[in-house]
């Protein structure tokens, strides 16, 4: 069983940035796909970023393409998601999934973590 924790969110202004950790453990993060979703009250879960297990192939949502990356670091079972260029509609709680499975942008991983909240003021 895979546990995931979120870090790194806050309330920062429009056009600032955040890195936001997501760290595994009671697996080996090297073996699964990683991925970040973001979720606001009233909506579904949007697809912002996900990585393979080699970090090879990072695949991006249309509305973050170009402000985000997503990176891991399999020594210390983390991935990462930088993003900059905050705007007031990244605002969201931002979740981190796991999964053995690839599956880029669909909701399907299996493993969720709480999320952490990021609030971009203007």
């Known amino acids: 069983q895979v546990q995931l924790v979120e870090s790194g969110g806050g309330l920062v202004q429009a056009g600032g940035s955040l890195r936001l950790s997501c760290a595994a453990s009671?697996?080996?993060?090297?073996?699964?796909?990683m991925a970040w979703f973001r979720q606001t009250p009233g909506k579904g879960r949007e697809f912002v970023a996900a990585?393979?297990?080699?970090?090879?192939?990072?695949y991006y949502g249309d509305s973050v393409q170009g402000r985000v990356t997503i990176s891991r670091d399999n020594a210390k079972n983390t991935v990462y998601l930088q993003v900059n260029n905050l705007k007031p509609e990244d605002t969201a709680v931002y979740f981190c999934?796991?999964?053995?499975?690839?599956?880029?942008?669909?909701?399907?991983?299996?493993?969720w973590g709480q999320g952490t909240q990021v609030t971009v003021s203007s």
């Open positions: 999934a796991a999964d053995r499975v690839y599956y880029g942008y669909q909701a399907a991983y299996d493993y």
């Open positions: 009671g697996g080996t993060v090297s073996s699964y796909a």
């Open positions: 990585i393979s297990w080699t970090g090879a192939s990072p």
